[in-house]
C-alpha cells in the first residue's frame, strides 16, 4: 500500500487529504491516507467554542460563498450553509472618534463623513489616473491606495481595511499578493473605476454578481455548528487515517525516492508524498535538514500575535451595539482594538435569547506587544474600548479570549517571489507539496481550495510517479 503525510489539521490540509482519499481506489494496492496535528483537534486556526449558549468563534468568522471547491468539499461533508443575516451588509468605520457606516450608495457616503472634500474630490480622478503592470513590480497595498485614490482614501480606509483582513500593516503588505484583483483590475483596464463599470457590465449580461475592488462576490457564511463543523466532518471521511496530539518534527528524503516523516510520539512513517499543510513557521523546521532554503524561506513569513476577545451582556445592557457587521479602527483614533464583530447580528445562535455578543480583536503587526498580555489584561483594554466606542459600561457576563502568538501570514513586499522560490525547492523534491495559507490566499475558502489542489496533484504523483 501506498502511502500520503498530511502534516497538519486545518482546513487545508484535510482537504488535502479529503481530494487525495477520493482518488485512493486508483492506486493500485491502495493509498493510506495519514493526516498529522498537534492539537487535541482538528481545524487549526478555526476554534469554534460553545458555552452556555454562547458559540465564539476564536479563529475566523466565515467564507465567502465563492469557491467552487470549497463548495464540493461542503457537499460531501453533507454540510447546510448557514448564510449571514442581512444586517451584516452594515459595515462601520471610526473617524474623528465616531462610528459611520461604509454606505455602498456614493450620496450616503459622501454624506458619512469619512471623506473630506479634497479626499472625495481625489476619488473622483481616479479614472483618470494613469494605470501600471503589476506584472513589472510590487508595491505596497498603502501605496497602491495613495496612487490611485489618495492619501485620505488610503489612511482612512483601506489601511483600516488591511487590519480587518490581515491584522496587517498596509503600507509593508504587497498589493498583487495580497488582494490580487486590485492588481488585476488596474492591470486590465488602467482604472478601478473603469474595472467595476466594465465588470458590471459582464455581470448584468451573464445573470451573475460582481465583487468590489478589495475582493471577490460572494455572501458571508458558516454552518449552525459554526465554522469547525467542516475540519471536523473531513476530518471522518472513511479512509481518513486523523492522528491528533501527534506532532511531525521532520521530514527527510528517502533513499530511492519519498519520504520519512519522524513524529512524536510514534513511530517514524514512511511515504511515498508529503503535503506541508501548517503554518509557515511549523513546516520551516520540519524541512531544515533537507532544505535550508526552503526552511529560511518558509520561515521568513511573519507570523504577527493576535488576541481575540468575546464578551457578551444582556441586550438591554448594551443598547449601543448597533445591527450590523462590525466596525473597523484606524491608527490614530486613539483605540488598541483592531476593530469589533458584532456576531449575534451576523448569525443567529451565538448568544442566548435576549444577549448580545461582541468580538473584538487586538495585536497584529500594528501593535505586537498585545501579544505579551494576559487574558485579563486583553478584556480590560477591550472593555475600556467598548465602553468609549459603543457606551457599554455594564460589567459582561459572558467572557472568553483565544491568544494567537503567531497568527495571520503577512504577504510583505516580496511575497510572489518567495512563494515562487519556495514552489521551486519543493518542486526539487519530487512528492512534496505546499499548501496551508501562507502562500496564496489567507481566507477559508483560499486555503481549502488551496488544499484540494495540492491534494489531488499528490495523489497524481503516486499514482502515476510524477507531478502532472
Not at 320 to 346: A, K, M, N, Q, T
Amino acid at each position: 500500500m501506498r502511502r500520503l503525510v498530511v502534516i497538519g489539521g486545518g482546513i487545508s490540509g484535510l482537504a488535502a487529504a479529503r481530494a487525495a482519499a477520493d482518488r485512493a481506489a486508483e492506486v493500485p494496492g491502495g493509498l493510506d491516507v495519514v493526516v498529522l496535528e498537534r492539537d487535541a483537534d482538528v481545524g487549526g486556526k478555526v476554534r469554534t467554542a460553545r458555552e452556555d449558549g454562547w458559540l465564539v468563534e476564536e479563529g475566523p468568522t466565515g467564507f465567502l460563498d465563492n469557491e467552487p471547491a470549497l463548495d464540493r468539499l461542503i457537499a460531501a461533508a453533507g454540510l447546510e450553509r448557514r448564510p449571514a443575516d442581512e444586517a451584516a451588509a452594515h459595515r462601520y468605520l471610526v473617524r474623528g472618534g465616531t462610528m459611520r457606516e461604509i454606505a455602498a450608495h456614493p450620496v450616503r457616503f459622501v454624506r458619512s463623513g469619512i471623506l473630506g472634500p479634497l479626499g472625495l474630490l481625489r476619488i473622483a480622478l481616479e479614472p483618470v489616473i494613469p494605470g501600471r503592470d503589476h506584472d513589472t513590480g510590487d508595491e505596497s497595498v498603502w501605496q497602491f491606495a495613495r496612487r490611485r485614490l489618495g492619501r485620505q482614501a488610503a489612511d482612512r480606509l483601506i489601511a483600516p481595511m488591511v487590519l480587518g483582513v490581515f491584522a496587517g500593516d498596509a503600507k509593508r503588505l504587497s498589493l498583487p499578493a495580497s488582494f490580487p484583483k486590485m492588481a488585476q483590475m488596474e492591470s486590465e483596464h488602467g482604472s478601478l473605476v473603469r474595472a467595476l463599470i466594465a465588470r458590471r457590465r459582464a455581470a448584468k449580461s451573464s445573470g451573475q454578481t460582481v465583487g468590489g475592488p478589495a475582493g471577490p462576490a460572494g455572501w458571508l457564511t458558516s454552518f449552525d455548528g459554526g465554522l469547525a463543523a467542516l475540519p471536523r466532518a473531513l476530518a471522518r471521511t472513511p479512509g481518513l487515517r486523523v492522528e491528533t496530539g501527534v506532532t511531525a518534527q521532520a521530514v527527510r528524503p528517502r533513499a530511492g525516492g519519498g519520504f520519512v516523516v519522524e513524529r512524536e510520539p510514534g513511530p517514524a512513517l514512511e511515504a511515498d508524498a508529503v503535503v506541508l499543510a501548517g503554518e509557515p513557521w511549523a513546516m520551516a523546521p520540519l524541512v531544515q535538514d533537507a532544505d535550508r532554503e526552503l526552511a529560511r524561506l518558509l520561515g521568513g513569513i511573519d507570523c504577527p500575535p493576535v488576541t481575540v476577545v468575546a464578551l457578551g451582556w444582556r441586550r438591554e445592557q448594551a443598547p449601543g451595539v448597533p445591527r450590523g457587521f462590525g466596525v473597523l479602527i484606524p491608527r490614530g483614533e486613539g483605540y488598541r482594538i483592531l476593530g469589533c464583530l458584532w456576531d449575534s447580528f451576523i448569525f443567529p445562535g451565538r448568544a442566548p435569547e435576549g444577549h448580545v455578543l461582541v468580538r473584538a480583536m487586538l495585536g497584529g503587526a500594528v501593535d505586537r506587544e498585545v501579544g505579551s498580555w494576559d487574558e485579563g489584561r486583553a478584556i480590560e483594554q477591550t472593555r475600556a474600548d467598548l465602553a468609549r466606542l459603543l457606551g457599554v459600561t455594564a460589567e459582561p457576563v459572558f467572557a472568553r479570549v483565544a491568544r494567537w502568538p503567531r497568527a495571520i501570514p503577512q504577504y510583505e513586499i516580496g511575497h510572489r517571489e518567495r512563494v515562487a522560490a519556495i514552489e521551486r525547492r519543493a518542486a526539487a523534491m519530487p512528492g512534496l507539496f505546499v499548501a496551508g495559507n501562507a502562500l496564496d490566499g489567507i481566507a477559508f475558502g483560499k486555503a481549502a481550495a488551496r488544499g484540494v489542489a495540492m491534494g489531488e496533484a499528490a495523489a497524481r504523483f503516486v499514482i502515476e510517479g510524477r507531478v502532472v
